[in-house]
């Protein structure tokens, strides 16, 4: 009788042992897919996907997700200020025979200002991403304190 108890006991430690390391796996699967969401948000418009999965309540994932809405905004402000300002201004226009126009394109200047105004988003993004690999909630320079989605 004493031998059946102790097999029943073993069978419910090793079910209880059992049941502790799945829970483990499955935090560690998340939290795995956490870290994925997070850094998935500063590319583009992938910040979407942050908020279609199961972890969007997850307080971390907000906050990443919210701070890579803030990278997309600034480059649709960007696109608009390149194409309606700098690919405007800066505009070499090489005229034909009879007044037509040859081409057009953009002066070296206004090639250079579009450069440097597409590498603000981008090192945003750089910081966004390694900020996500280490699991930290550190705000964006300059437009972080600007996050609406948190």
């Given amino acids: 009788m004493a031998e059946k108890k102790e097999k029943v006991e073993k069978k ?4 209880e042992t059992k049941k502790v390391e799945d829970k483990k796996e499955e ?4 939290k795995g897919n956490t870290k994925i969401y997070k850094i998935l948000a500063y ?3 992938l910040w979407i ?4 999965v199961q972890e969007k309540d997850d307080k971390s994932v907000r906050f990443h997700v919210g701070q890579g809405m803030l990278i997309t905004i600034l480059g649709v402000i960007i696109a608009l200020i390149n194409n309606l300002l700098v690919a405007n201004i800066f505009v070499v226009t090489k005229t034909g025979y009879w007044g037509l126009v040859e081409y057009q394109t953009t002066s070296g200047l206004g090639m250079f200002i ?5 590498i603000i988003p981008t090192v945003l993004a750089i910081i966004g991403i390694i900020n996500a690999a280490k ?3 550190k705000e964006l320079p300059v437009i972080g304190k600007l996050a609406f989605y948190k």
């Avoid at 419910?12 to 079910?15: A, D, K, Q, R, T």
Wanted: proline fraction near 0%.
């Fill in 12 to 15: 419910e430690e090793v079910e």
């Fill in 27 to 30: 935090e560690t699967v998340s």
């Fill in 43 to 45: 590319f583009g418009i």
């Fill in 49 to 52: 996907v942050g908020l279609l």
């Fill in 114 to 118: 579009m450069a440097i105004l597409w």
């Fill in 135 to 137: 699991d930290q909630d």
